[in-house]
Every structure is written in structure tokens, then in C-alpha cells.
């Protein structure tokens, strides 16, 4: 018997460059053997804006988001450009809860080294790939991991998420398997 | 070693709250929410919280009131304080009050992981260090006899002693005083540790079987004996044989037993062929065995033969300051063995473990603990916990007036001192010349004889 598989949404909030949600979704279809649609593009809440801080409060703009119904799609993605924070961090590069259905990507530190440089643009779609892969792990209620190369490690910077591979791990995979199953 | 714990975060700003809570579950501890001090102490007392995340600054009681509060009642209990910039000053103090880490937010991502990996670390590092020092326990004190009051001191400074030597020995107490853990541990360290222990109830069966059961037979010598079976004196060759209740034997086995320790040989029921043999004999009793002896019941010869060395070992009433060492040992035992987690014990509940009179001894308390242990709903056991201990000094099977039962608690202190006025009023705690008052008032009257 097998079960209908899970469908994904890829979703611009703002403007972002086709390329990147495109490498996003076929990243997610490729790699967890999802179907992927990109959907129409949508604005961050303006309430998520933290003019103290100058970011966007991750929490703020998923609980905002898990309340729209997205047609067929199980679990949704949404990618920004803006800077992210949780309140005790001092900023995220994607933020999704356990078994939640809306997470979220951020392009604006990926786009830079820590050294201060500026990436090729293949690098940033990489990245933005791995981060994708690591949040929708999360909706999918796969926890962090030790390996330090499965997708599902933490990445504190982006030196880490370049060192991270875009695989998951053998018992992360056993038990996407089984999430999915 | 599972590195998944059980965390609290305490802070009384929600979102703080939420952001971590969402965070550890991601590495799949079990994470539970504060938003007071007073908050996580009453969580505390149900679940054996690992980690606490505390947030210094809250109204109430403030984080480090929380910390000082963890390090008095629940030690082992880690505690990392998160506070803003600008209050480096307090989470000094933390530290030095025994927090394991600070975090000042907002923080990196991965300066959390940093401290969570250096916990993991500590955390093993503890694990490994309790190991060593329960193994180290066990060996120094002799498995499973607690104790350090004067009484037990002196048997723990006897049994290294009389261990090195063969002679016998004979463990007189009351029941359920630890006697055959006495006994195993002279066995574990004297020179025949490596052979066997045998330990063998002579209150709990009949002359008949215990005959066959130290002896025993050759085939078909009563009816049942279907094939030949050799007696625990034999099968212990070379190594300890403890006889508990060795004051319940019957004169005919005492002569038995009298001859194979002066011959070293057996004859098994049914042969006629003696068989050498060498073991080293501990006897324990609960009675008064030398009493015994002037009466007639007990033979002289044969007391004296297995009393070469008598250790005597206090009941527990005499060694109450170890019942706090023994009821803490028994509550580790049972956690493990209920996978419950009780680790506190009330001071109430405490002074009534301490005022019991333990008739049972170690093994009515360790029952006890037992008990509580698996009916307890918290981490702590408390007075209605032991509801079944009931002192038998306070029990009264009829309704009194206050003023009797006062007259009858003064008249029961009087003749258990044996009308010892300075005695029984430092026990009432109440002033010598108020006791005479009372005697007068109540007319109690010491009895003739």
C-alpha cells in the first residue's frame, strides 16, 4: 500500500529571485522525495518588525502564517529576505517548530561570509537549500543532530552550513522514513 | 549516554519562555515552563528537573533567590542564568552561588549550544564520578550496612578484623538487624572470599530436612531420597557457612554439629564413609543464647564452640541518628528499582522515621521506604506518605480526654525510666519541678516492689 505523498509549498515573502526558490524547491522534491509548488508571493506581517531591533520576530510572522490555509500543501516554506530573530537569539537563519506546518528561510546572512565577503550566488542557493532542508526536517518533527555533516545539525554560522552536507544523516533518515511513511 | 534531558525555563516574559521552550524541543529534551520563581519550586517538587534556565530579573522572587532556593533543596539541580546586558554584576554573584553557566541575551545561537555541550560534559563527568564513588562505597563499607553512628562503627572496625582469622563467630541481634550482611561481609573479606557462601535458615525447616540439607544422603536412605544429594557442609568446602537461627536447632543437632566442628568430617545420611572437610562457621541468633544456657536449653558445649567471637549488632532504635543515612540509601534503591523518582523526605516526615521504634529494624524500615516509595505521588515523601507507621507509644484503641491521656503519657514516660523524675522530664521536655507538679496534680503513685 502506499500513501499519498506530501506536497510542499515554496513561498516568496517579498521579492526574491526565481533562481533561489526554484533551487529551494527542487532541493526539497530531490532530497526528501516531496512534491514542491511555488506559490504566489506574500509580504511579511508588519507587526513581525521589531523597530528596536531592526529584524523580524520568526515567531511573530509563523504564527501569522499558520493560520492561512494553503490549499493541498501539507507543509509550507516561506523564504525572505529580511533579517531574522527568535527574542533570545540575536538573529536565526530559519526558524520552524516540531511538527508545526509553516517555517521559515532567511537569504539575509547567507549572503554574506564570515569573513564579511560576499559569496558566489550559487553558494547563497546552497545554503538557502540546506537551511530549507533543516526547517522542513523540523515540520516533518526530525530533531537536531549530532553528525556534524547531517542536515539536521544545528548551524550556528554560515561556515558551519557550508561544512553541512545535503544529505541527512543514516538515523535521520531512517526516521524521515518512517515520518513520512 | 543519553544526552537528552529535563529542562525548566523560568522566565516571567512569555515569549522568552516560548523561544526556548521551542528550542530545546528541537533536540528532544523534555522542556516544561515557568513563568515565577515560586512557579518552578512548586514544579520542582514533582519532577526531577535536571537543567534550569532562570531568568535573573522577575517580580516575586528574583533569580537568584530561585538559585539559592535549587542549591539548598535540590542540589544536584543545574541552573543556568540568563540575563540582559548591563547586569554582568549579578550574574557574577550567581556563579558564585553555585549557577553552572550564564547566558546574557540576547544570545548567539551557538553560544547555547556551547553551553549545553559543556553540561553534557559536566554531566558525564558526575555520572562517572558517582559511579566510582558508589563502587568505592561498596567496597570500603561493606555493600549494603549503613551506618555511622558509634554503635555500627564499632561492627565495621570488627568485621576486617575477625575476618583474617578462622575462628568462629556467632552475630547476635534482633531480627531484621542485618545480621547475614554482616556475615557475607566478614565472608567478602577474609581469605576464603573466593569460595562459596552459604547461607542457611535453621528456624525455617524442620530437624529432619536440615539434617539432610547440612549432611546430605546417599540414595534411596528415606523415601523421596531418588538419587544421592550432597549437604551443604560439603558443597561449601572451603568457604563460609552462615547458620542463622542457630539458636532454634534441636539438642540432637547441636551434638551433630558440635562433632563436625571439633572432627572437620561428615558422614552423610545413609554412609558410613567420613568426608573431610574445612569451611569457616558464622551463626547468628536473635536470642539469648547464654541465657539459654544457665536455663538448660541451650548446650553449653556447643555455645561455646560457636561463640569464639561474638559481635553483637545494635537494633536500630539504638542507632537512630542512621536512620537519615539509611532512609537515603533506601530511597536511591527503590527509585532504581520503581524507576520513580522520590528524593526528599520532609522534616516531619523525617522526625517520624526518627521516633519510631523500628520493632522490625533496617528491614521494617527499608520496607517501609519501599512502600512509600510506590505509593508516592511527588518527589518528596511526607508525613501522610507513612500513614501506616504508627508509633505504638501514641496509639490508643479508645477515645480519651485530653487530661487522661496527658496523666497516661506521664505515667507510661515514669515507668519506662523507671520513675526517674530528671530522666522523664528531660524526655517530656518539660522542667523537673513541673514534672513533680504533675504527679502531685494527677496523683500518680510509683508502684511497690
Redesign the interface.
Known amino acids: 500500500m502506499t500513501s499519498k505523498k506530501k506536497s510542499v509549498g515554496v513561498m516568496p515573502l517579498g521579492n526574491i529571485s526565481e533562481i533561489a526558490l526554484q533551487v529551494i524547491a527542487d532541493h526539497i522534491a530531490g532530497c526528501f522525495k516531496l512534491t514542491t509548488q511555488i506559490l504566489p508571493s506574500m509580504e511579511p506581517p508588519g507587526v513581525a518588525f521589531d523597530e528596536r531591533r531592526l529584524q523580524y520576530n520568526a515567531?511573530i510572522i509563523i504564527e501569522a502564517f499558520e493560520s492561512i490555509h494553503f490549499g493541498n500543501h501539507d507543509k509550507v516554506i516561506g523564504i525572505l529576505n529580511k533579517d531574522l530573530?527568535?527574542?533570545?537569539?540575536?538573529?536565526?537563519f530559519g526558524e520552524a517548530?516540531?511538527g508545526g506546518k509553516c517555517g521559515l528561510v532567511s537569504l539575509f546572512r547567507l549572503m554574506k561570509n564570515p569573513d564579511g565577503s560576499a559569496p558566489p550566488e550559487s553558494l547563497i542557493h546552497e545554503r538557502a537549500a540546506k537551511v530549507a532542508l533543516h526547517e522542513l526536517g523540523?515540520l516533518l518533527d526530525l530533531?537536531?543532530c549530532?553528525h556534524k555533516k547531517c542536515l539536521m545539525h544545528?548551524s550556528?554560522?554560515t561556515d558551519?552550513v557550508d561544512e553541512m552536507s545535503l544529505d541527512l544523516c543514516e538515523y535521520c533518515s531512517i526516521y524521515l522514513q518512517d515520518k513520512l511513511r | 549516554m543519553d544526552?537528552k534531558m529535563s529542562i525548566m525555563v523560568v522566565d516571567d516574559?512569555a515569549?522568552?519562555r516560548?523561544?526556548?521552550f521551542?528550542?530545546f524541543?528541537?533536540?528532544?529534551h523534555v522542556v516544561e515552563t515557568a513563568s515565577s520563581g515560586f512557579e518552578a519550586l512548586e514544579k520542582l517538587e514533582t519532577y526531577p528537573f535536571q537543567l534550569l534556565f532562570v531568568d535573573i530579573k522577575m517580580p516575586g522572587m528574583d533569580g537568584i533567590e530561585l538559585l539559592e532556593k535549587i542549591k539548598t533543596d535540590y542540589p544536584d539541580t543545574l541552573v543556568v542564568i540568563?540575563t540582559a546586558y548591563g547586569s554582568i554584576e549579578s550574574a557574577v554573584s550567581a556563579m558564585r552561588i553555585g549557577a553552572t553557566d550564564y547566558l546574557l541575551?540576547?544570545?548567539?545561537?551557538?553560544?547555547?549550544?556551547l553551553v549545553m555541550e559543556r553540561i553534557s560534559v559536566q554531566k558525564r563527568l558526575v555520572s562517572q564520578y558517582n559511579y566510582l564513588k558508589g563502587h568505592l562505597e561498596k567496597i570500603t563499607r561493606f555493600d549494603n550496612i549503613i551506618g555511622h553512628s558509634q554503635e555500627m562503627e564499632k561492627v565495621f572496625n570488627l568485621i576486617p578484623e575477625v575476618a583474617q582469622s578462622d575462628t568462629s563467630i556467632l552475630l547476635v541481634g534482633e531480627t531484621g538487624t542485618g545480621k547475614e550482611l554482616v556475615a557475607k561481609a566478614i565472608h567478602a573479606e577474609s581469605l576464603r572470599s573466593h569460595l562459596p557462601f552459604i547461607a542457611i535458615n535453621c528456624g525455617a525447616m524442620p530437624e529432619s530436612l536440615l539434617e539432610s540439607e547440612l549432611f546430605g544422603h546417599q540414595k534411596g536412605v528415606f523415601t523421596g531420597a531418588t538419587r544421592a544429594r550432597k549437604g551443604f557442609l560439603e558443597v561449601v568446602s572451603g568457604g563460609t557457612l552462615f547458620l542463622d537461627e542457630i539458636g532454634e536447632i534441636s539438642p540432637k543437632m547441636q551434638i551433630n554439629l558440635l562433632r563436625v566442628l571439633e572432627e572437620k568430617k561428615i558422614t552423610s545420611i545413609g554412609s558410613r564413609k567420613p568426608l573431610e572437610i574445612d569451611f569457616r562457621l558464622i551463626s547468628a541468633t536473635r536470642r539469648d543464647l547464654k541465657k539459654e544456657v544457665t536455663e538448660g536449653v541451650f548446650r553449653e558445649d556447643f555455645f561455646y564452640r560457636i561463640n569464639v567471637i561474638m559481635i553483637e549488632i545494635p537494633p536500630l532504635r539504638k542507632r537512630k541518628e542512621d536512620i537519615p543515612l539509611l532512609v537515603e540509601h533506601f530511597l536511591k534503591k527503590y527509585c532504581q528499582e520503581t524507576t520513580k523518582y522520590v528524593d526528599h523526605v520532609t522534616r516531619d516526615a523525617m522526625e517520624l522515621l526518627r521516633h519510631y521504634e523500628w520493632p522490625g529494624n533496617v528491614r521494617e524500615l527499608e520496607n517501609a521506604i519501599e512502600r512509600a516509595v510506590v505509593l508516592s505521588k511527588s518527589r518528596t515523601l511526607r508525613v501522610e506518605d507513612l500513614s501506616f507507621i504508627r508509633p505504638p507509644g501514641l496509639q490508643f484503641s479508645q477515645t480519651l480526654p485530653l487530661r487522661e491521656m496527658e496523666k497516661a503519657y506521664i505515667q507510661k514516660i515514669l515507668v519506662e525510666n523507671n520513675w526517674n523524675v530528671t530522666q522523664s522530664a528531660k524526655i517530656l521536655e518539660i522542667n523537673r519541678v513541673t514534672l513533680h507538679k504533675m504527679i502531685k496534680r494527677y496523683r500518680l503513685e510509683r508502684p511497690e516492689g
Not at chain 2, 524541543?25 to 528532544?28: E, H, L, Q, S, V
Not at chain 2, 541575551?105 to 549550544?113: A, E
Open positions: 515567531g530573530f527568535i527574542p533570545i537569539f540575536t538573529h536565526v517548530r516540531q523540523h530533531l537536531h549530532e544545528f550556528g554560522g558551519e | 544526552k516574559e515569549i522568552v516560548e523561544s526556548l521551542h528550542w524541543k528541537k533536540y528532544g540568563i541575551k540576547p544570545f548567539k545561537p551557538d553560544q547555547i549550544s
